[in-house]
């Protein structure tokens, strides 16, 4: 039998008890996405009883309830007893004067169906010494902060509601300004690894998730491909996070642009 209290691990309780996804799910249509195995791995290994209660509208206690026939044993200390288990902030968050943090709102862009990222470098780039970038968002940019943490970037997101989230990114000393990602040459010999791995494809649509889906996909599908197979991706915009994540993974690929708002991808290993 498993303990729960406010502080427990969503994922930790799906782990105990898959049956408990169609549960929690049923206490708020927010948690409607959990059934999504990508966004669940994403999300519920990092968000407690209590976050989950905030974002669903709804008290820990309607959780306990929920969860206690499943088996589960509830820990009897009041919510309000215990403290929400956070990431803890940064120091360079702790310590900036407001005036040095950046703010950069991503939504509009997003919604319009446009990839922030060059809007985003660009403000990256421009960063002065003890300033301080936020991105406000609808999800946390895990891709981004990867991406950036590769170049000596610290970030920090908070996890405000459902639809807020405030990514906060640092340019350390000695930090080398962060470049757009060329994509000049990823088209050369499309049609010889289409070829080469006719027969042996794996093939993903990932064009009607939302960031950051698409990535974490990938990154899931490419981490099970086999060293004789290649993965076949349908997508609507080059996914410039992912191309150094690639590299990184002695991955190749070769990128076909077909039309506007439709990319084809091969990934095949070195």
Not at 76 to 92: G, L, M, N, R, Y
Not at 198 to 225: F, N, S
Request: charged share 30%; proline share 6%.
């Amino acid at each position: 039998m498993m303990t729960i209290n406010a502080n427990t691990k969503i994922g930790a309780i799906l782990k105990r008890h898959p049956a408990a996804l169609d549960v929690i799910v049923g206490i708020s249509p927010k948690f409607e996405k959990l059934r999504n195995p990508i966004l669940r791995k994403l999300m519920a290994g990092r968000a407690s009883i209590a976050m989950a209660s905030k974002i669903g509208g709804c008290s820990v206690d309607v959780f306990f309830s929920r969860l206690e026939p499943l088996g589960f044993e509830v820990d009897k200390v009041k919510p309000s007893e215990e403290k929400e288990d956070i990431k803890e902030v940064p120091e360079f968050l702790r310590n900036v004067k407001p005036e040095k943090i950046i703010k950069l709102d991503v939504r509009p862009v997003i919604e319009g169906g446009e990839d922030p990222l060059n809007i985003i470098l660009g403000k990256i780039k421009g960063l002065q010494t003890g300033q301080v970038l936020e991105i406000i968002n609808t999800f946390e940019p895990a891709p981004l902060m990867l991406l950036l943490k590769k170049q000596g970037f610290e970030s920090h997101a908070e996890i405000i509601n459902d639809n807020l989230v405030q990514t906060y990114f640092y340019k350390t000393s000695g930090t080398k300004p962060a470049e757009a990602i060329s994509t000049e040459h990823s088209s050369a010999g499309w049609d010889e690894v289409l070829q080469q791995y006719e027969k042996k494809l794996q093939t993903i649509d990932v064009r009607w998730m939302e960031m950051p889906l698409p990535m974490m996909t990938i990154l899931e599908a490419v981490h099970k491909l086999p060293a004789d197979e290649a993965l076949f991706v349908y997508h609507k915009r080059i996914p410039v996070f992912l191309l150094p994540e690639l590299k990184e993974r002695k991955l190749d690929y070769r990128i076909k642009e077909i039309s506007d708002g439709e990319v084809h991808l091969l990934i095949f290993k070195l």
